[in-house]
C-alpha cells in the first residue's frame, strides 16, 4: 500500500502563487507516476498535471504556462508550483500516485487540500 500526505493549500488572491506538497510513504517502488486532480463543487474531478518517475509530464490546457509539476524522487515528494492564480482555480486539490500511466486511473489518494483564490 501507498499513503499520500498534501500540505500547501490555503487562500490567496488572485495572480498570487502556492506551492502544494505530497509526500508518499510505504510501498513507493510500486509507482511509476504521481499527480495531481482537483474537483471544485458540483463539478467532476479533473487531471491538473501529472508526471512520471522519468519526467514525463501532463498538464491540463486550463494551467498550461501557469502550473509546474515537480518531484524530488529521494523524498518520494510530488510538488505543484501553481502561479497566476485564478479565481476558477478554487477547488479541492488531491494527489495521486500510480502503478501505471498516468492516462489511466489512480491508484492511491491522498485525502485532498483545499485551495481558495479571491478576487
Known amino acids: 500500500q501507498v499513503q499520500l500526505v498534501e500540505s500547501g493549500g490555503g487562500l490567496v488572491q488572485a495572480g498570487g502563487s502556492l506551492r502544494l506538497s505530497c509526500a508518499a510513504s510505504?510501498?513507493?517502488?510500486?509507482?511509476?507516476?504521481m499527480g495531481w486532480y482537483r474537483q471544485a463543487p458540483g463539478n467532476q474531478r479533473e487531471l491538473v498535471a501529472a508526471?512520471?518517475?522519468?519526467?514525463?509530464?501532463n498538464y491540463a490546457d486550463s494551467v498550461k504556462g501557469r502550473f509546474t509539476i515537480s518531484t524530488d524522487n529521494a523524498k518520494n515528494t510530488v510538488y505543484l508550483q501553481m502561479n497566476s492564480l485564478k479565481p476558477e482555480d478554487t477547488a479541492v486539490y488531491y494527489c495521486?500516485?500510480?502503478?501505471?500511466?498516468?492516462?489511466?486511473?489512480?491508484?492511491?489518494w491522498g485525502q485532498g487540500t483545499q485551495v481558495t483564490v479571491s478576487s
Open positions: 508526471i512520471t518517475r522519468r519526467g514525463s509530464t
Open positions: 510505504g510501498s513507493v517502488f510500486r509507482i511509476n507516476a
Open positions: 495521486a500516485a500510480y502503478h501505471g500511466s498516468f492516462y489511466y486511473t489512480a491508484d492511491y
